[in-house]
């Protein structure tokens, strides 16, 4: 079994700031990628940010120069920074982690979501 717990959500006003931490635990061998996908109401799920083992990143267009994906891969952690949030960043924010899982077998694990609220 594998979790994700992610935590740093909350009701913030447009221009403010939030940081979200996702940490991975249970039967992992490797995590090659984690990332951010956001889920807005009536919306489909989409990509926020991504980033390898090696640290590569890869941003939507729409948070380019705003948000910034990082991970501590000894905790198996990933964290977003998010600032000068707008009212269009609400969403339920969930945490993915791909790689390899116990008994070698494919990981593809995601967080229960976490809400993100910018509004005045």
């Known amino acids: 079994q594998v979790q994700l717990v992610e935590s740093g959500g909350g009701l913030v006003q447009p221009g403010g700031s939030l940081r979200l931490s996702c940490a991975a635990s249970g039967s992992i061998f490797s995590i090659n990628a984690m990332g951010w996908y956001r889920q807005a109401p009536g919306k489909q799920r989409e990509l926020v940010a991504a980033i390898t083992s090696g640290g590569n990143t890869n941003y939507a267009d729409s948070v380019k120069g705003r948000f910034t994906i990082s991970r501590d891969n000894a905790k198996m952690t990933v964290y977003l920074q998010m600032n000068s949030l707008k009212p269009e960043d609400t969403a339920v924010y969930y945490c993915?982690?791909?790689?390899?899982?116990?008994?070698?077998?494919?990981?593809?694990?995601w967080g229960q979501g976490t809400l993100v609220t910018v509004s005045s």
């Open positions: 993915n982690a791909r790689g390899v899982g116990g008994e070698f077998k494919r990981l593809d694990a």
